[in-house]
Structures are given as structure tokens and as C-alpha cells.
Nanobody
Framework: QVQLVESGGGLVQAGGSLRLSCAASGRKFSRYDMGWFRQAPGKEREFVSGVSWTSSTYYADSVKGRFTISKDDAKKTVYLQMNSLKPEDTALYYC????????????????????WGQGTQVTVSS
């Protein structure tokens, strides 16, 4: 059973930056796609960014060009560098791991991610 622990959230002014980290323990990290999702109050959880087990990256249109996902297999950690933050980026950010290993197609659906962290709050003030 994998455990995911996010960190790095906080309060930042619009235009600022934050770097989120997600440390994993348990099953072999390098075999699984990882993703970042977010959920704002009163809204559904939405996909932000993902990195495949082969290190291919993909992003939601709303964050493309501003956010960068990366991972360190040796440290079992995935990162989300967030630049040019906007008030609409305010949400609880979750790290997640795909349920299947060595997948052949990426996914942005929460249903395809089996393990989830507790989340880290990101608040962007205007």
C-alpha cells in the first residue's frame, strides 16, 4: 500500500510561485504514473498535471506554461513548480498515483488514480 504526503502549500500573492512536493512510500514508485489534482470549495476535483512512469509530462490547459511537473524516482518524490500564480489557482492540491503500473496511455481522470494524499492548501491572494 502506497502512502503519499504532500508539502509546500501556503499563501502567496498573485504572480508569485510555490513548489509542491509529494513523497511516496511503499510500492515501486518508478513503475507508476503520478498526478496532481486540485479542488476548490464548492467545485469538483480537477486534473492539474501528470507525469508518466516514462517521465512524459502533461498539463491542464489552465496551467500550461505556468506549472511544471517533475519527479525523482530515487527519492520517490514528485514535484509541482507553480509560477505566475493566479487567485483562481486557490485550492487544495492533491498528489495521486495510478492504480496500474507500466501504463501505455496517460490519464487525467481521478478514477484512474487509486492512491491519494491528504492534500496541501494553496491560497493565492489578489
Amino acid at each position: 500500500q502506497v502512502q503519499l504526503v504532500e508539502s509546500g502549500g501556503g499563501l502567496v500573492q498573485a504572480g508569485g510561485s510555490l513548489r509542491l512536493s509529494c513523497a511516496a512510500s511503499g510500492r515501486k514508485f518508478s513503475r507508476y504514473d503520478m498526478g496532481w489534482f486540485r479542488q476548490a470549495p464548492g467545485k469538483e476535483r480537477e486534473f492539474v498535471s501528470g507525469v508518466s512512469w516514462t517521465s512524459s509530462t502533461y498539463y491542464a490547459d489552465s496551467v500550461k506554461g505556468r506549472f511544471t511537473i517533475s519527479k525523482d524516482d530515487a527519492k520517490k518524490t514528485v514535484y509541482l513548480q507553480m509560477n505566475s500564480l493566479k487567485p483562481e489557482d486557490t485550492a487544495l492540491y492533491y498528489c495521486a498515483q495510478r492504480g496500474e503500473s507500466f501504463t501505455t496511455a496517460t490519464s487525467s481522470s481521478p478514477a484512474d488514480f487509486r492512491s491519494w494524499g491528504q492534500g496541501t492548501q494553496v491560497t493565492v491572494s489578489s
